[in-house]
């Protein structure tokens, strides 16, 4: 690969590879990206509802283990 740019000027290497590389693959790395970003959307929901849930559970749980003891 470096005998291939070694006659090049530096912005061939630098910008016109990085320029041609996400304009052909610029659709699969936006799908890419907004596939993990909404995986990691799904995983924020996931454990605020599984908090949120334990949270009320527990909450629950010692107000009538405390109003048995009266």
């Known amino acids: 690969m470096r005998e291939i740019f070694a006659g090049?000027?530096?912005w061939v290497k630098w910008i016109a590879v990085p320029v041609i590389a996400i304009f052909v693959f610029g659709g699969l790395i936006a799908s890419v990206v907004g596939f993990v970003i909404g995986l990691l959307?799904?995983?924020l929901v996931f454990v605020v509802l599984v908090g949120g849930l334990i949270f009320v559970i527990r909450k629950f749980m010692s107000s009538s283990s405390s109003r048995g003891d009266w």
């Open 41 to 43: 959307f799904k995983v």
């Open 8 to 10: 090049m000027p530096w």
